[in-house]
């Protein structure tokens, strides 16, 4: 496909991601209260938080990959035969970064000033534990807020726990020029090699908690092992690409491939959290373990349901034109989703729905009320305006 060519299917896969995400976070009322976070622990809510948890785990890499899959290897088949100069650094920066900055920014400054501002409409700590279940603190003070802002351009707050990914994002652009002059050039087997010791560097968490801190030349004075250089996200970058151009399956196929993997990642995510909740006071650390991104089980997840969406084509005129507009209201909807995690789940609740089908609800409703906001206010703002707000 021309690099220029707009391919539905990633579309496709960017609505699962976005799903997946929210529906990440729909579960943060439920599993806050039995973790680390606010709220008087449910067994009820502690189980289907777990199995529904264990399910969007795929979220986040899937982003990646979608990244590594429409910016990496763009320019390497030119018409001369040569590989290109690959992405030019200072100009991806330009376009990128501010379209991720400024939106950051704006909404990082909405969220941690929300507090303070629900306390000057009367309302007490525990609405803001409604909305922000993960806040370090309920204080609703101006000084609070500000010391958030100040500190925002290097550490987000749990406020706005959704926030983690922008440094992240920001951290893979600034390599992803590099990186690409390697992929342009790179041949297939040389990018299986790469994915395979990242593979082997999923691994290191589970090394570090059930055997040693300490592995592969780490210590008090070196973090830097072994394995550092092919381990994080930039793994998910190559995969994205390297499934994307190199990776021709059918349906039938993928699927065969896929189902056993999906299902073995989502039973070390089940399993593997619920062990840990069965110790007797599991740490932040310990309680994120099996869920951590870059983990084989997740891996597993993520590759699965990223071979199978390439494989449904999305033909439909409709279908297509609303899954361009999720990718014109994509940020935005990041950015300010979170609002209504809270609000929506108390609403959810409130219909004595089942407590099974609660975090899946909320998250529906999660997705189309925030589609819709960004949608309207990019409309009423212009494209401009919109655009710096919203990305």
């Not at 790469?194 to 999923?202: E, K, M, N, Y």
Request: proline residues 7%; aromatic residues 18%; contains cysteine.
């Amino acid at each position: 496909m021309p690099p220029t060519a707009r391919d539905s299917r990633l579309d496709l896969i960017r609505l699962i991601a976005f799903i997946l995400l929210i529906g990440c976070h729909a579960c943060d009322p439920f599993n806050a209260a039995a973790t680390y976070g606010s709220g008087i622990p449910n067994p009820e809510f502690t189980r289907w938080g777990a199995v529904w948890g264990a399910v969007v785990r795929p979220c986040v890499p899937l982003f990646v990959m979608l990244t590594g899959a429409l910016l990496l290897g763009r320019t390497s088949h030119v018409e001369s035969g040569f590989p290109s100069q690959g992405i030019a650094m200072g100009s991806f920066y330009r376009k990128r970064i501010p379209r991720v900055l400024w939106p950051f920014l704006i909404w990082g400054a909405a969220y941690y000033l929300f507090p303070w501002l629900l306390g000057i409409l009367g309302y007490g700590p525990e609405v803001v534990s409604l909305f922000f279940p993960w806040a370090e603190t309920t204080s609703q003070s101006l000084s609070t807020a500000l010391g958030r802002l100040v500190r925002l351009p290097y550490h987000f707050s749990y406020v706005a726990c959704h926030l983690w990914y922008i440094y992240m994002l920001v951290g893979l652009y600034l390599y992803l020029p590099v990186f690409d002059a390697w992929v342009e050039r790179s041949s297939v087997r040389q990018q299986r090699g790469f994915l395979l010791l990242w593979s082997a560097s999923t691994f290191l968490p589970y090394l570090s908690e059930f055997g040693t801190p300490y592995h592969f030349g780490t210590c008090d004075w070196n973090q830097f092992g072994l394995f550092y250089y092919f381990a994080g996200f930039s793994g998910y970058l190559l995969l994205g690409h390297h499934l994307y151009r190199h990776v021709p399956m059918s349906l039938p196929l993928s699927l065969a491939v896929a189902v056993p993997l999906f299902s073995i990642g989502y039973v070390v995510n089940l399993w593997g959290y619920r062990h840990i909740l069965s110790l007797p006071a599991p740490t932040p650390q310990q309680v994120e373990l099996f869920w951590t991104y870059c983990t084989p089980n997740v891996l597993l997840m993520s590759a699965a349901l990223f071979l199978v969406l390439l494989r449904l084509p999305v033909r439909r005129p409709l279908s297509v034109r609303l899954l361009s507009s999720l990718t014109c209201c994509g940020f935005g909807i990041f950015m300010i989703h979170y609002f209504f995690v809270g609000p929506t789940f108390r609403w959810v609740e409130g219909w004595c729905s089942p407590v099974s089908l609660r975090i899946p609800l909320a998250a529906l409703f999660i997705f189309v009320e925030s589609w819709s906001v960004v949608a309207l206010l990019r409309a009423l703002l212009g494209k401009r305006v919109g655009r710096i707000v919203f990305g």
